[in-house]
């Protein structure tokens, strides 16, 4: 992509409603762009990292063989009623013609249900596991830290359904696992804890995935020889590390990036879904929910890497594997960098190419607030020493490298 042509240009200027790290460094990279409080444009460098993020998560959840659907955000009211969360206060309400009463939808169990006791009808259809990635909308009391806590937002989850509650806590441990190889996968593992937390109404715990910074809003309580955490709302019933009963709990904030949930019979008991055993007799079906959050996932991500100057994405979500620039005037150096942007682009390797007439100054702030992990600079000066300057985002130094060299850095 030429930084020319592409869609949504930094700006040295920060947004006067940015409440947070992730909001200003996001927005004046060019990355989203906010609608409302709470609601955000996502451009298409933010729409690259978004994207990275939602196929990491999407090939981690296919490997646990959940099947991807899509499942509409507009839902009948009704559906609510019947699981008696229609009085949800986060829930928006909206009323279409002759009275009919609609909500968007917050979580999508008052979808799932009723969509998977269509397709059930005995024992041999389960077990069955269905997600999605796509937008929920909750009326938050107070929409802040940019994309941390949207009104809309983005989730992926998923649902799954048994046929008794030991094959519901067998699958939630191969889903629990595969949560880890997403955050690892997206650089957060080292910072990333899973906690003990409320189960809401289902059970007595739910499972979180907290990772860790200052400006998180959860409070929790760590064993860290464990890693493990206890969610602050929940502490007064827990004594020491769940694990292996530590009393020495560190407190910390962090960010909930991740929540997994055994559901039990909670929703399929309210829309009446059993199925046939294989002796013919009618049995409940046992759910568990899987949540996890690339919108809000993406801001942690800014949250925890950044610097004075800029963002600094792991190579595994960033909008670019490459940032390319020219420095200068030279025709010269022009062209050289335009036959390097178009073979590399021919190899299928992801470069953004600086190719405007700005300053080196413009230029070099630019990428550094941009954030790609490995920067090329061709300049008059480089190609006399030898090639193009190499810097990684992450480190300060900076090395000429021959171009025939290049690939080897990649
Ligand atoms: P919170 O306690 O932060 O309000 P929640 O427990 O209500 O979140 P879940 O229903 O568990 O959220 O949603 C699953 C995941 O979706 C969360 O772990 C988080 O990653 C993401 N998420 C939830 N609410 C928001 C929001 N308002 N904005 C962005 N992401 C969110
Ligand atoms: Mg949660």
Redesign the pocket.
């Known amino acids: 992509m030429r930084y020319s042509k592409l869609f949504g240009k930094t700006t040295q200027q920060a947004p006067a409603d940015a409440d947070s790290v992730n909001a200003r460094l996001l927005t004046q990279g060019g990355f989203i762009q906010r609608q409302l409080a709470?609601v955000y444009n996502f451009l298409p460098l933010g729409l690259r990292v978004l994207k990275k993020i939602q196929d990491i998560i999407r090939e981690e959840i296919n490997a646990v063989e959940g099947q991807e659907v899509l499942m509409p955000a507009l839902t009948q009211r009704e559906n609510y009623d019947i699981t008696g969360r229609s009085a949800l206060d986060i829930l928006f309400h909206l009323t279409g013609h002759n009275e009919a009463a609609y909500v968007l939808n917050?979580?999508h169990e008052e979808v799932v249900t009723p969509l998977v006791q269509r397709h059930t009808l005995s024992y041999r259809d389960l077990p069955v596991a269905v997600y999605q990635i796509q937008n929920?909308f909750?009326n938050?009391p107070r929409?802040k830290s940019g994309?941390?806590?949207?009104?809309e937002?983005?989730?992926k989850?998923l649902y799954s359904f048994h046929a008794d509650y030991a094959d519901l806590e067998a699958y939630y441990e191969r889903v629990k696992a595969a949560y880890f190889k997403i955050y690892k996968r997206l650089g957060l593992g080292e910072r990333t804890v899973i906690a003990f937390a409320s189960g809401g109404s289902f059970s007595k715990y739910?499972h979180?995935?907290q990772t860790l910074a200052d400006v998180g809003?959860?409070t929790l309580y760590v064993c860290e020889s464990c890693s493990i955490g206890i969610n602050k709302e929940i502490i007064e019933d827990q004594k020491g590390c769940p694990e292996c009963g530590n009393e020495e709990l560190v407190e910390k904030r962090a960010i909930?990036?991740?929540?997994i949930f055994k559901l039990g019979t909670r929703f399929t008991e309210a829309f009446g879904f059993s199925y046939t055993d294989a002796a013919g007799e009618q049995k409940p079906v046992e759910m568990g929910c899987y949540?996890?959050?690339p919108?809000?996932?993406m801001?942690t991500l800014v949250e925890v890497f950044n610097d004075e100057k800029g963002i600094i994405w792991p190579a595994s979500v960033a909008p670019f594997k490459l940032h390319l620039l020219t420095l200068g005037m030279d025709e010269a150096v022009k062209e050289k960098a335009e036959k390097l942007y178009h073979e590399l682009i021919s190899e299928g390797v992801e470069v953004l190419f600086d190719d405007r007439d700005e300053s080196a100054g413009k230029k070099l702030n630019d990428a550094d607030l941009i954030g790609i992990p490995l920067r090329i600079v061709m300049s008059k000066r480089s190609l006399e020493n030898g090639g193009v300057e190499l810097k990684r985002r992450s480190e300060a130094d900076s090395q000429i490298i021959p171009l025939s060299e290049l690939k080897n850095h990649l």
Do not use: T
């Open positions: 709470g917050q979580s929920k909750r938050e929409a994309i941390l806590r949207g009104r937002f983005n989730m989850d739910s979180e995935f809003e959860d909930e990036v991740g929540n949540g996890i959050g919108s809000r996932i801001g």
